[in-house]
């Protein structure tokens, strides 16, 4: 791309850094600042710079925050007992938004992935142990996506509270509410079979 | 969404105003720039900042420039008796990559459309019928894409120049080179068939 202008080539290029949007892309989104007023340009640098410099991961949980202990953490009325190991803040919000959950979380920051460099070292998965050891925690509810590394992940973990008096348990694998049989695939049905429920469980 | 920070909320809110971005997107940009250095964001943020406060329109032809006159009207080896106009910055870069013109560039700054809100006085035009009334422009061509919008905008300026010495023309409409015939729709292939050129022009 031959560009009429200096500043509007540094801008494309920055933004074209971002995941999943190109150059093209990225030349659309600036042109369209470029037609708002630039108090809005402002605000937009203004928050995102606010967000990387201020930004907390809560001491307990190790979730996004805007304080050391989160509010989920800081809740007296959600039980400690329980507590629910996820990827990121996004599978924070996702169970927060169904109500069903009344436990504590514990954020990884990840799953293991060797093909992307992320060892167990990189995840939070030392606290979690730590937390564990304590004693308080009588279950983890392991909440990972149904991946590969969500299940090496798992697995790892799994392996180390082995030895410590927690049940472990995983959520449930299966068809989606909604979704036609006909179009599942032989995994999660053959799973949502070998792993059935009493019917009186599921009203 | 519930976010458990504001300042995370507030960028996410930031982002998502960018035309084709929703939430989710913008949280998952938002969140891949908080795994990033956090140069990378200042980074960012100042660029954008720079364009909106810096960037100027060439007093020329109106496209987006670092300096009073962009390089293409400061280039003493274009031709300035030939006057191609657009839409915007894009369309420049887009024919400029060709290396086929070798005029100047007049840059409307947008097409008429009343859906919008966009009316001949919020465009270049004026600018334009100036230039021309100076006397030194033998052509001018249309090079705006062609819809409604396209089309009346062309239809406008027509009319204005109609009365001035000056040559008008359009960008030739017809099927794509590599298109297939049986895909084209019947009024491009219409037109490529009314418009048809001697084939030793084609070669």
Redo the contacts between chains.
Sequence with gaps: ????????E??V???S?????GKR?A????????KQP?S????????????????KL?KKCH????VEI???CANPSRNSEIICVVE???D??AI??TSQFKGLYHVLGGKISPIEGIGPQNLTIDSLIEKVKEGLVKEVIFALSSTIEGDTTNFYIYKQLEKLAVKTSTIARGIAVGDELEYADEVTLGRSIVNRIPFENSL
């Design positions: 791309m031959n560009f009429s202008s200096k500043l509007l540094n801008a290029n920055e933004v850094q971002l995941p999943g949007i892309t030349l659309r989104l600036v042109l369209h600042l470029l630039a809005q340009t402002h605000q937009l640098s203004a928050s995102l710079n606010n967000l990387v410099n201020d930004i809560c979730n996004i925050s805007d989160c509010e989920i990121d803040v996004r924070v919000m927060e938004n």
